[in-house]
């Protein structure tokens, strides 16, 4: 359909698996374009600024947050994450549909600044499983792990403040039921414009 665009949040405790549904997702799916967030995280193996996440000192980030330059922004873990607004602005306003993968706290705060976008939680089968995943990442402390773990309790309860649930037990699944999400919200009645209903009539009359 034409007219804005949609935005997709997908959101859930970490180490859940939403960087790699994003990954698998994306080249399935014609016209959804990633925003890509800010982070003050130190840059793992393999990122790639500007790719991955804008990579930026906690100077730099206060400064663009005091300046409302975020959709929204949130500490996680002693870091901070943040949405460049304007890129996701003007994405949707050419039409675009719009993907952004953001911790719980910062999807909650896009949900109050734009309640049309559809909130999309990414659930593990298990907290057990989930550990396994964090400490199978072999990138955090085990203090870290700790504070994910205590901050995924948390995150899961909110469950039934969201839209959609994927439950991530077998990665091929969960973007399939992902992909779905997005490919349903797109055939949406009301998304149909006067334009699009005007031209379904002069083909039928046609």
Known sequence: MSGRGILFVMTGA?????????QASLPAVEG???SV???????RVGEVHGEHYWFLDKVTFKGMADRGEFLEHAEYVGDYYGTPTRAVRDALNCGRDVLLELEV???RQVKKR????IMVFIAPPTLCELERRLRGRG?????KIQKRLARAREELRAVREFDYVVV?????TAVKDFIAIIRAERARAHRVTEQEVDLFLREVRA
């Open 14 to 22: 970490s180490g859940v698996g939403k960087d790699t549904i994003r």
């Open 32 to 34: 959804l374009h990633y």
């Open 37 to 43: 967030s800010a982070t003050t995280r130190e840059r």
């Open 105 to 107: 706290s910062g999807a």
């Open 114 to 117: 734009r309640p049309d976008a």
């Open 139 to 143: 990138t955090d402390a085990e203090e």
């Open 168 to 172: 991530n037990d077998t990665i091929s």
